[in-house]
C-alpha cells in the first residue's frame, strides 16, 4: 500500500450516509480491495465550513454534493497509517488546514505538511482533542447536533465482522475481527501506550451527556446504548 496517493484515486465505497443536518458518514475500500474498510466522517460547522475525519476520496458526483453541502476546511488525518488521501485532499483544497495528533506528525509530514495537533474550529459543534493513553498518537473528535452527540474515534476501537477468503481468516488471526467491537492487538501495540489511562479516558467520554453514537474508523459504528458499548470494551480489553 502507498504511503500517499499522488492524484485523485477514487476506490470502490459506499454512499453518503447523511447521519444529522451537519453530520455525514462514508465507508470505502482500501487499495487491492482487503475486507478492512475506512471510514469518513464530515461535519458541517454552522458557517458553512467542513471538517474532513480521515478524509477519502469520491467519485465526481458525491465530491460535488460534498462541496455543495461545504467548504471543506479542516481535515484531520487521524493517524500515521490513515493518510493515504491526505496529500491529494491538500491538492484539491490547498487552503483547508491540515491536522494531525501530535504523536503521528511526523509520520504524517512524511506526504503533508500539519498545521494544527488539535482542532480549534472556533465553533461549538466540534473540538478535536488527543485521546489520552496514546501518546498523542490518536485524537477524537465530538460533534454536537442539536441535543445529540456524536463520538468519532480512529483505530483504538474497531468493530468490524469476519468476512469469506483467505484475507479474512488471516486478518482474523491478526486480531482485525470480531463479534463485537473490541481492541484490536494492533492497537494494543502501536497505538495504546497506557492502557489504564486510555481506559480511564474513554469511559470519560462514554459519560458524555447526550451520547447518540460512535463512528469508528473502521467497522460499523456504535449506536445500541453506545455509552455501555464503550465501556464493555474497556473492561474487556483494557482491563485495570
Known amino acids: 500500500m ?3 496517493f499522488e492524484t485523485w484515486t477514487v476506490l470502490p465505497h459506499g454512499p453518503i450516509e447523511k447521519l444529522e443536518k451537519n453530520l455525514w458518514r462514508v465507508e470505502g475500500n482500501l487499495p ?5 474498510r475506512r471510514v469518513m466522517t464530515v ?3 454552522t458557517d458553512g465550513r467542513l471538517v474532513l475525519h480521515n478524509p477519502i476520496a469520491l467519485d465526481d458526483t458525491e465530491m460535488k454534493e460534498l462541496e455543495a453541502f461545504g467548504t471543506p476546511a479542516f481535515l484531520i488525518i487521524p493517524n500515521g497509517s490513515h493518510r493515504l488521501d491526505a496529500k491529494i485532499f491538500k ?3 490547498p487552503k483547508a488546514a491540515v491536522i494531525a495528533p501530535a504523536g503521528a506528525r511526523h509520520k504524517v509530514e512524511e506526504v503533508v505538511k500539519v498545521d494544527a495537533t488539535e482542532g480549534n474550529f472556533g465553533d461549538d459543534t466540534a473540538t478535536y482533542r488527543s485521546l489520552e493513553g496514546t501518546a498523542d498518537r490518536e485524537g477524537y473528535l465530538l460533534v454536537r447536533s442539536g441535543t445529540t452527540v456524536t463520538l468519532v474515534l480512529n483505530d483504538v476501537i474497531m468493530n468490524v465482522r469476519k468476512g469469506r477468503g483467505f484475507s479474512s481468516f488471516v486478518m482474523s488471526l491478526l486480531g482485525f475481527f470480531g463479534d463485537e467491537p473490541k481492541v484490536i492487538p494492533f492497537a494494543k501495540r502501536l497505538v495504546i501506550e497506557d492502557r ?3 481506559r480511564t479516558h474513554l469511559e470519560r467520554l462514554a459519560d458524555t451527556p447526550n451520547l ?3 463512528i ?8 445500541e446504548r453506545p455509552a455501555d458499548a464503550i465501556r464493555k470494551v474497556t473492561s474487556t ?3 485495570s
Not at 32 to 36: A, G, H, V
Not at 216 to 222: E, F, I, R, S
Open 2 to 4: 502507498p504511503k500517499a
Open 32 to 36: 487491492r480491495n482487503p475486507p478492512l
Open 43 to 45: 461535519v458541517r460547522l
Open 91 to 93: 491538492a484539491r483544497y
Open 196 to 198: 489504564k489511562v486510555a
Open 212 to 214: 447518540q453514537r460512535v
Open 216 to 223: 469508528l474508523a473502521h467497522g460499523d459504528m456504535l449506536t
Open 237 to 239: 480489553h483494557l482491563p
